[in-house]
T-cell receptor
């Protein structure tokens, strides 16, 4: 089983719909992240969480919200989806440790298309 | 703020040829640098990381990267390409803010390997 699991893997929906992407991990890491990947832009950080009670905005949080339901679960919501949120979304985790040294572990991604 | 530039969105090599993927960084402090690989329909996997212990870093699958402070570079190399190396490669620099490790990714380089 994958250490970082994202569901669904693919989703097609319509403009204005509310969507939730889910992420669960079995690595026991405290830190979790949501990124989006767009062709030619690399990965950009949407939200990150140090632990269940600590959630922070990343560089592109507008139009998104998150919930850290438990140490192992971190979900991303689009309250009212718009076409320019069509992208590949990744969840990642990392250990708490000396800043900068801990690599991040990624799920396989959710491909989201908004029509 | 830290940034990363990857030269060349696509690099094509023949099987058995040298692989060279370029990465230059901008950082006001000694950086932590990473290379990740993304195979089709998968998340990112860590190839190697530089944490100032040694300038030549060896990673998985025969890849290595050399940190050159004078050139602000962290190029990825492999002596002999295999077909299985075809993937997208991302260079990233770690930026620490309030004890949080934020990864700043380059835009990626797609490696194409021909027989």
């Amino acid at each position: 089983d994958a250490d970082v699991t994202q569901t669904p893997r693919n989703r097609i929906t319509k403009t204005g719909k509310r969507i939730m992407l889910e992420c669960s991990q079995t690595k026991g890491h405290d830190r979790m992240y949501w990124y989006r990947q767009d062709p030619g832009l690399g990965l950009r950080l949407i939200y990150y969480s140090f632990d269940v009670k600590d959630i922070n905005k990343g560089e592109i949080s507008d139009g998104y919200s998150v919930s850290r339901q438990a140490q192992a679960k971190f979900s991303l919501s689009l309250e009212s989806a718009i076409p320019n949120q069509t992208a590949l979304y990744f969840c990642a985790t990392s250990e708490t440790g000396q800043g900068g040294l801990q690599p991040q572990h990624f799920g396989d991604g959710t491909r989201l298309s908004i029509l | 703020a830290q940034s990363v530039t990857q030269l060349g969105s696509h690099v094509s090599v023949s099987e058995g040829a040298l692989v060279l993927l370029r990465c230059n960084y901008s950082s006001s402090v000694p950086p932590y640098l990473f290379w990740y690989v993304q195979y089709p329909n998968q998340g990112l996997q860590l190839l190697l990381k530089y944490t100032s212990a040694a300038t030549l870093v060896k990673g998985i699958n025969g890849f290595e990267a050399e940190f050159k402070k004078s050139e602000t570079s962290f190029h990825l190399t492999k002596p002999s390409a295999h077909m299985s190396d075809a993937a997208e490669y991302f260079c990233a620099v770690s930026e620490t803010m309030k004890g949080f490790q934020k990864l700043v990714f380059g835009t990626g380089t797609r490696l194409l390997v021909s027989p």
